[in-house]
């Protein structure tokens, strides 16, 4: 498995006319563009890649540049997408997937090589700590979840936090909800998270790092029918954005501001919301209604979409690239450009 990033040395090198068609993508003249020539040899280093977006599309992992989108760079396999970039930049936390679930979170190192970090366990959200030293994610052992923090230098995960409210059902009965989409503040002082029982009854929390003191954010608002996904920081830690089955949202982690950043057009399905590195815009993932399925089943379904960046008040959009993509797919803006 190899990564091209040698191209960047030389600006990507050779012309988008000279690599090949990129088979992953059926997008329109205007927006469709070649991909490079995959390469076995390793050069450079993933700190290259500075500000540049990671997206998953059907193929595997891929890198546009937002300034320049006709240069483009395969990373890595099928099954794979990009989570979070450590805050210089140089390493990429990727989830793992294969026909049997799950496989676990890895880490994407500049050789090329895919660490990993977790077993299984159906691992959801996840980030870096400033210093790069560890990652936080949520993780299901049993029919418990918890959020972990996890050092990439080994060793057992630590036990950070599990949900303690109980979600009440019309027939009486009621369970303990689950946390999901654990995201690290860009100081490291603070985690964000979902817990609710994965498509009703969400709350939106926020935790000091060890996750003996939380707050509520958001109830009532997001406890309907539907799933909640990719939670993200401002690199300012001033705001957050999540995405809901049609709609990305924005609100500060005191619960205040709350809006809708898109809504209209297609539906934002797939959950990837990511803000630029100056926090001025905020890409996202716009999925319609066009998917299909080779098994039948809802969890292969490729859709057509598009990435698409936009100004943090939500007005000039701008199309980056029109891909296609697994219907639960994410993405990843590196913060070092």
Avoid at 188 to 193: C, F, L, P, R
Wanted: charged share 20%; with cysteine.
């Amino acid at each position: 498995m190899g990564v091209a990033i040698a191209m960047l040395i030389a600006g990507c090198g050779s012309s988008p006319e000279a690599g090949p068609k990129d088979h992953s993508s059926k997008v329109d003249a205007a927006t469709t563009v070649s991909s490079p020539a995959r390469s076995s040899a390793v050069h450079g280093s993933l700190a290259r890649l500075g500000g540049w977006i990671t997206y998953r599309g059907v193929d595997g992992i891929w890198a546009v540049d937002p300034a320049r989108p006709n240069r483009r760079i395969w990373l890595s396999g099928a099954g794979r997408d990009p989570i979070a970039w450590s805050s210089d930049g140089t390493k990429l936390l990727i989830r793992r997937t294969s026909p049997g679930g799950i496989d676990g979170l890895y880490v994407l190192e500049a050789d090329a090589t895919e660490r990993r970090l977790t077993d299984g366990g159906d691992p959801t959200g996840g980030s870096f700590s400033p210093d790069g030293s560890e990652i936080v994610y949520a993780g299901r052992v049993g029919e418990r979840t918890a959020i972990y923090a996890q050092r990439l230098d080994g060793g057992a995960p630590r036990l950070i936090l599990r949900s303690s409210r109980r979600v009440s059902f019309p027939d009486g009965h009621s369970a303990r909800a689950f946390v999901y989409q654990p995201a690290l503040s860009p100081d490291g002082a603070w985690i964000a998270y979902f817990d609710g029982m994965y498509d009703h009854s969400h709350h939106l929390w926020v935790a000091n790092a060890n996750g003996r003191e939380r707050r509520i954010v958001l109830d009532n608002e997001l406890s309907a029918a539907g799933h909640v996904r990719a939670l993200t920081w401002a690199p300012s830690g001033e705001w957050l954005a999540f995405v809901t089955d049609n709609s990305i949202y924005l609100v500060r982690p005191d619960g205040t501001g709350l809006r809708r950043f898109a809504s209209p057009g297609e539906l934002v399905t797939a959950p990837g919301v990511q803000w630029s590195p100056d926090g001025s815009r905020i890409a996202y993932l716009r999925i319609g209604q066009t998917c299909t399925s080779v098994t039948g089943k809802d969890e292969h379904l490729t859709c057509e979409g598009t990435l698409s960046i936009a100004n943090v008040d939500g007005i000039h959009e701008q199309v980056i690239e029109g891909i296609r993509t697994p219907l639960s797919s994410s993405i990843a803006w590196n913060p070092s450009g």
